[in-house]
């Protein structure tokens, strides 16, 4: 069995594959900031005072978090349009993505909040602060320290999760992968391009948090 | 001198390596290992009934997997299903996990540079299947840009459909069931697909599929089998030749499509 | 042709067996492997800890579809080495759990303090012997606990295995789908059996957590796939 590895033979499909790099970003950037959205909704709603909406915050955040998104798109996108919604493979695939990672940013941002004693916000209170001072300047550079590198982590998940929109038919990098492998029968090479690409948009979100935490939280390290 | 001799030795053991080496890639025909091993490995398609689907139990079922059966019943191993989608049916014999891919394979020049082919077992064509409320009667009707067609990716309508309907937009899937359960639910329009297969869609989901007048490609239907081992082929291609001749090919036809074979030699 | 999901209630319920089994073995390799890896990450030697890091950074960054189809069809074709699906889908999720499970271990170590190593090796005692008498003993409270969260996370990727048509769970609801005409009632079972074997599972590394008393939920494992 020989394989002679030839990236080469590949070459007339990249014009394809840059299509499929901007779809796995438009998918997860929106994916993110959606979740992102939809998890403080959560988050909030699992501080609440009633009791009905505590427990339906946190069912929500244990169904997403223990069901397989594999699963979850597949109920979006072939079983939703049995009740009358209709919706693109790129829809579909969003909204799966957002509900299945709102569950875990629920659960980030819920951290960050418990992290706060309630103490701080009374001692504000008393210094004369409003109630939205006292968030913007005690507790939310809190929560963002705390809420800070897990939700890096998150933002990578959400990346890799979006692969398998593919098999709802989204075009992305891991459709292309499977497409173009399938028709020029050099699939070697074009799971190496498609790793490359998953390597270097997740690589881009870790460096790039590292170096923003470090500018972000300078002052931090040096009082310590 | 001394020196000189050292690297007399080295080239001698490099090419040892290499004889030892090119010894190791004379493996045993195809033919020979199927023989030794006692099993015949056969790519088959999960969901394409009546050619061949999985029930849940996960066992193989249809006219292409009583193909298989047939053949290792005259070589006299057992047959060993290998449950893949289109893209795998060629790769699974690139890479030696099969022995055949016996999989509503149509032949063509482009996967013969990488594949081998026997005779057909099978001439159809494929067409355009739509929901019964379409509009549409033929397939030119639907070339217009909000037209989307599931296809199978990989499989041979990549080009058929492009080249008949340049404005539709594609919709790539890897199992027919996928296509399928797009197509009944509204989120495609219309999926290529095999005439047989089509026919047997429409008889399982009444009153809510039907086909275009018009044909997309031509296909025949063969078995597929690893490159470059022609002993192997030589034996399944004699297989196919007598298999079509003794009328054995229709009557295993009429059992799982329920009508008439059309004969395979019509446009030849 | 249209019979009812529930005539095939007893194959979903064999199918979420072999998923379970599945996972679970990978998950053990994956730990296996994740152990050996933090062992090099927190090593003295730099070459070691560079490689570990290399190690863990590309396997958080490339999905488990890519490393299934590479182990899958990738590795026959140029090792010449044909893996089944059920041995590609192994390995796959076993390299991906040995990512996060290296991570889990290595805060395992860290978590305990550098007088205790420095202590142990003033008593004359050697790596492996400080490893498995004073560190490890420490170290497993901390990292049982978020083990059971990668335990939740491999179970929910073990559903990619149907994509190289392996027969597990998901495989199965989608065959059931086909066999009962369409319809959406097999998915939905699927997603509730999912949700009930992962919730107790959850439920249980709830406990570990109160038993071991460590404070901090496991929120290092992201969102599955």
């Not at chain 2, 019964?132 to 840009?145: R, S, W």
């Not at chain 3, 182990?71 to 044909?82: E, N, Q, R, S, T």
Request: glycine fraction near 8%; charged fraction near 15%; include cysteine.
């Amino acid at each position: 069995m020989q394989y002679t590895f030839a990236l080469r033979t590949i070459y007339p499909y990249l014009g394809t594959l840059w299509q499929a790099a901007l779809v796995t970003l438009y998918l997860s950037l929106l994916g993110i900031a959606i979740s992102l959205v939809i998890g403080a909704g959560v988050a909030v709603m699992r501080r609440s005072r009633s009791m009905p909406v505590r427990f339906l915050g946190a069912a929500y955040v244990e169904v997403m978090r223990n069901t397989p998104l594999l699963v979850i798109l597949y109920i979006v996108y072939f079983a939703l349009p049995q009740t009358g919604l209709r919706l693109s493979s790129f829809t579909a695939a969003l909204i799966g993505l957002s509900l299945n990672s709102a569950g875990y940013m629920a659960e980030i941002l819920r951290a960050g909040l418990i992290a706060i004693p309630h103490g701080q916000r009374e001692a504000a209170a008393s210094q004369g602060m409003s109630g939205l001072q006292a968030f913007r300047y005690i507790v939310f550079p809190q929560v963002i320290r705390i809420v800070y590198a897990p939700l890096g982590n998150q933002f990578i998940a959400v990346i890799l999760a979006s692969s398998l929109a593919s098999v709802i038919a989204v075009e992305d990098v891991a459709s292309w992968m499977q497409t173009i492998g399938s028709t020029s029968f050099r699939f070697f090479e074009t799971f190496v391009v498609a790793a490359g690409v998953y390597l270097v948009l997740c690589q881009s979100v870790n460096l790039g948090r590292i170096a923003i935490g470090r500018a972000l939280f300078k002052h931090l390290r040096s009082a310590r | 001198m001394a020196r000189l001799s050292l690297v007399k030795t080295a080239f001698a053991a490099a090419a040892l390596m290499l004889a030892a080496g090119s010894a190791q890639a004379q493996t045993p025909s195809i033919l020979q290992q199927v023989i030794q091993r006692g099993t015949l490995r056969i790519a088959v398609l999960g969901s394409l009934p009546p050619y061949s689907k999985v029930t849940p139990s996960g066992e193989p079922e249809g006219y292409d997997i009583d193909i298989a059966k047939r053949i290792a019943a005259a070589l006299k191993v057992k047959p060993e299903f290998v449950v893949g989608d289109i893209p795998s049916r060629v790769t699974a014999l690139q890479t030696h996990k099969v022995d055949l891919t016996i999989a509503d394979f149509t032949r063509n020049v482009e996967r013969s540079t990488t594949v081998a082919f026997t005779d057909p077992y099978l001439v159809t064509v494929m067409r355009l299947m739509v929901r019964e409320d379409n509009k549409a009667k033929t397939i030119a009707e639907l070339d217009t840009p909000e037209t989307r067609i599931a296809i199978s990716r990989g499989g041979t309508a990549e080009h058929a459909v492009p080249a008949n309907l340049p404005k539709a937009k594609i919709v790539r899937f890897n199992t027919q069931a996928d296509e399928l359960n797009a197509l009944l639910s509204g989120q495609v329009d219309a999926m290529a697909e095999d005439n047989f297969y089509n026919t047997q869609a429409i008889k399982d989901h009444p009153a809510k599929l039907k086909q275009l007048e018009g044909d997309l490609a031509r296909a025949e239907i063969a078995i597929g089998l690893p490159a470059g081992d022609f002993d192997w082929y030589r034996v399944i291609n004699l297989w196919v030749h007598q298999f079509n001749a003794t009328g054995d090919n229709a009557r295993l036809f009429k059992k799982w499509f329920g009508f008439d074979q059309p004969t395979i030699q019509a446009k030849f | 042709m249209n019979q009812s999901w529930v005539a095939f209630l007893p194959l979903f319920v064999k199918a979420a067996g072999i998923t379970i089994w599945l996972s679970w073995l990978a998950l053990m390799i994956g730990a296996f492997g994740g152990t050996l890896i933090a062992l090099m990450r927190t090593s003295r030697f730099l070459p070691l800890r560079l490689v570990a890091l290399l190690y863990t950074e590309f396997f958080r960054s490339i999905p488990i579809l890519i490393v299934l189809f590479f182990a899958y069809f990738g590795v026959p074709l140029v090792l010449g080495i044909d893996l089944p699906p059920f041995a590609a889908a192994t390995c796959a999720l076993a390299l991906h759990a040995s990512s996060t499970m290296s991570e889990v271990v290595r805060a395992g170590i860290e978590s305990v303090g550098k007088g205790q190593w420095e202590a142990a090796h003033a008593s004359g005692m050697r790596y492996p012997a400080i490893m498995r008498y004073v560190v490890g003993p420490q170290a497993i409270r901390v990292i049982l606990p978020p083990s059971v969260g990668v335990y939740v996370a491999t179970l929910k990727e073990s559903s990619l295995a149907s994509i190289i048509g392996y027969i597990e769970l998901t495989k199965t609801g989608l065959l059931v789908r086909e066999s009962t005409g369409g319809g959406f009632a097999p998915l939905l079972v699927l997603a509730v059996i999912y949700f009930l074997i992962n919730y107790a599972i959850s439920l249980g590394g709830a406990a570990l957590e109160r038993r071991f008393d460590v404070g901090q939920k496991f929120l290092t494992v992201g969102a599955g796939q």
